[in-house]
């Protein structure tokens, strides 16, 4: 079946064979876990097993004899796709470790809880346009296809590549190996395996469907996303590329393998996305033109990139992965997460279940969990243990500042679970991860708020005194009580909201008075942060900024467009904090950046003074 085209295409031999890459949009679309492991293949065969198990991300819509219709309208909340409006599956082979035991038996465990993204890309100046996957599209790729490895000499614009990558305290710190294949290596420690897979972009306007599910794909005659498509194949897709994140990667006394025993990866990809919205995301997204930025732009055209795009709705109800037990109930009765022997071969094995579903809902499955409600932070008050032991430790997952505890929280179902040097996020994050009961104690407390030794704060009977799940602060961000504990400050700001973690109870238990979160308040004269010391004397000021490094994008700047750029980082600060002025915010917000800029160099009890000072002149 082909699908018709829409504009007519002259250009097929004047496609760019090197294209500025400052013109290539890249969106991210970043996966915190897998929708199931089977051995299921929607594409290649509808009627029995695979040749292997697959891990699937995406709908949990995977049994074989799965339609497009049956993905694109999945309900997101049984999905693990991070937004709302893209519903495409996609599967590779699973990955397992792999053990000798001494009795001489080998034991294969699946690899579970992988980190994926999918990233498109695209470049609106190159011939023929690239054009949205149509309906009913699907594809299947090889790392062996003609042309997929051609551009794999150029580590930074490789399109299938393998890292392994170990962080250190500062993303300066971070190094990493590189392969330009896919592999798993031997005798390797990785804190970050990962494994980039790019497929065709070449396309003779069929679906997939008719054929070998692969010939109407192939890649373009240099091997780049933008480069020359032959004559057989005049039109262009998008380049999608899924990578998949082993966490914490160990060969060094065991092996791993992918499912099929296969030096040779493929991918498959079954189009699911709302009818005209990539399309109408690849129109208009803007890119960042600023620099050369390689086969790596910024991400563009989802909810939190710079420009605040707004083509997406984010999934808040992101599904987990179904149950090996409602696979095995309701898929193929075989055991794929830990067994002695693989289960390999098309066909063979238990015989497939027929498909006993239509559109998944909460009796579909018995142990899938899906979240009823959006989870940005544990939904009753923590306790902490006697000792205050109970608390979120500093936390920048994979050393990015915005992967904090707050982070965790969002998704704590699928994030809890993470290991980062050596720890579980859970360990990190006890709060916010609803463990204080199994934590352990961190060695360094970051909560300004002082607990009692004898006894934790109650909550009065009746639950008066109770936190709320989550409110809104002042930049309209989601904000958690764990959050606010974090700073005398927050509380003193957001300390309604958070009458248990900030210990502002009307009610306390006798054993132990809850001391105040503000510290003793030296006198005003002792803090060297630039407050007013007269009315006269703005509150609101701009500091010199140079964001990424140029000096035309200081705050004026910034003022230009503040709806878009007040929110961008710089040095690990939204550019809120650099222009508070340009961006608007009230007098007593610019007291609170004011004394965040005090605690890089004073103590907290200094700068809690300086706030208390700077906020009696609003």
Request: proline fraction near 9%; include cysteine.
């Given at each position: 079946?082909?699908?018709p085209?829409?504009?007519?295409v ?6 760019k064979e090197?294209t500025?890459q400052?013109?290539m949009?890249?969106m991210?679309?970043?996966y915190?876990?897998?929708s199931?492991?089977?051995r ?23 049994h ?7 993905i694109r309208d999945t309900n ?19 990955i397992?470790?792999v ?20 990233y498109?890309?695209w ?5 023929p346009l ?13 790392s ?9 000499a ?5 399109p299938?590549?393998?890292e392994?990558?170990?962080?250190g ?20 420690r ?17 679906l997939g ?9 192939v ?12 004559a ?10 899924i990578f998949?994140r ?19 990866f ?11 919205k990539?399309q ?9 033109d600023s ?9 563009a055209c989802t909810p939190?990139d ?8 984010e ?8 149950c ?10 075989e ?7 693989l ?13 006993s ?6 009796n579909?499955?018995?142990?899938a969990q899906?979240p009823?409600?959006p ?29 904090n ?8 179902q ?19 991860c609803?463990?204080?009961d ?12 002082a ?7 109650a909550?009065p ?6 936190d ?5 602060d002042n ?5 958690n009580?764990s959050?606010?504990a974090?700073?005398a400050k927050?509380c ?6 958070c009458?248990?973690?900030c ?11 809850v ?21 006269s004397?703005?509150?609101?000021y701009?500091?010199?900024?140079a964001?990424?490094n140029?000096n ?8 230009k467009?503040?709806?878009?750029r007040c929110?961008?980082e710089?040095e ?10 340009a ?15 005090c605690e890089?160099t004073?103590s ?9 000072t700077c906020?009696?002149s609003?």
């Amino acid at each position: 079946m082909k699908f018709p085209i829409v504009t007519t295409v002259f250009f097929v031999a004047m496609a760019k064979e090197t294209t500025a890459q400052n013109t290539m949009v890249k969106m991210c679309l970043n996966y915190d876990n897998e929708s199931g492991h089977a051995r299921s293949d929607p594409i290649i065969n509808q009627n029995c097993a695979s040749g292997h198990v697959h891990t699937f991300y995406g709908p949990q819509n995977f049994h074989p004899n799965t339609s497009y219709e049956d993905i694109r309208d999945t309900n997101p909340r049984y999905s693990s796709s991070p937004y709302r409006e893209n519903q495409s599956l996609y599967w590779h082979p699973s990955i397992y470790e792999v053990v000798g035991n001494s009795d001489g038996s080998t034991t294969y465990t699946r690899v579970n809880n992988l980190d994926s993204s999918t990233y498109y890309r695209w470049d609106n100046t190159v011939s023929p346009l690239a054009e949205a996957f149509p309906p009913e599209f699907r594809m299947i790729a090889h790392s062996n296809d003609p042309r997929a490895d051609e551009h794999a000499a150029n580590r930074d614009n490789m399109p299938i590549r393998t890292e392994c990558c170990n962080f250190g305290d500062t993303i300066e710190d971070e190094t990493c190996e590189f392969w330009d294949r896919v592999v798993l290596p031997d005798n390797r420690r990785c804190d970050d395996l990962g494994i980039g897979f790019a497929f065709p972009t070449c396309w003779n306007g069929e679906l997939g469907i008719d054929n070998d599910h692969k010939d109407h794909v192939v890649y373009a005659l240099n091997g780049r996303f933008d480069g020359p498509c032959p004559a057989s194949h005049p039109r262009r897709l998008p380049e999608a590329q899924i990578f998949i994140r082993i966490n914490g990667y160990d060969s060094t006394d065991k092996s791993y393998m992918f499912s099929d025993n296969s030096d040779v990866f493929h991918a498959d990809f079954f189009n699911g996305w709302q009818e005209g919205k990539l399309q109408e995301i690849m129109d208009n997204c803007q890119l960042d033109d600023s620099e050369d930025f390689g086969y790596n732009p910024p991400c563009a055209c989802t909810p939190d990139d710079q420009f605040d795009s707004r083509f997406l709705t984010e999934n808040n109800r992101v599904a987990s992965a179904v149950c090996d037990v409602d696979v095995r109930e309701l898929i193929i009765d075989e055991a794929t997460d830990v067994t002695n022997t693989l289960p390999m071969g098309s066909c063979q094995g238990p015989p497939l279940k027929p498909k006993s579903w239509t559109d998944i809902d909460n009796n579909t499955f018995d142990c899938a969990q899906t979240p009823t409600a959006p989870i940005p932070a544990p939904t009753a008050p923590v306790t902490p243990p006697t000792g205050g032991g109970c608390v979120d430790q500093p936390l920048a997952f994979k050393n990015k500042s915005k992967q904090n505890c707050d982070w965790v929280a969002q998704k704590a179902q699928q994030r809890c679970s993470k290991n980062w040097k050596g720890k579980r996020l859970s360990e990190y994050c006890p709060v916010a991860c609803g463990t204080c009961d199994d934590a352990p104690a961190p060695t360094q407390p970051v909560s300004p708020v002082a607990t009692p030794t004898a006894a934790p704060v109650a909550a009065p009977t009746g639950g008066d005194c109770a936190d709320s799940r989550s409110f809104k602060d002042n930049k309209g961000k989601t904000r958690n009580c764990s959050w606010a504990a974090k700073k005398a400050k927050r509380c003193q700001l957001y300390g309604q909201h958070c009458p248990v973690s900030c210990g502002t109870c009307q009610t306390t238990p006798t054993q132990a008075p809850v001391p105040s979160p503000t510290a003793p308040v030296p006198s005003p004269t002792q803090a060297p942060v630039s407050s007013p010391t007269s009315p006269s004397e703005p509150v609101c000021y701009d500091r010199t900024l140079a964001y990424r490094n140029s000096n035309k994008k200081n705050c004026s700047w910034v003022a230009k467009n503040s709806r878009k750029r007040c929110d961008l980082e710089w040095e690990e600060k939204p550019l809120w904090e650099w222009c508070p002025s340009a961006c608007g915010l009230e007098c007593r917000e610019c007291c609170e950046v004011t004394a965040w800029e005090c605690e890089e160099t004073q103590s907290e009890a200094v700068c809690n003074a300086a706030f208390e000072t700077c906020t009696q002149s609003c």
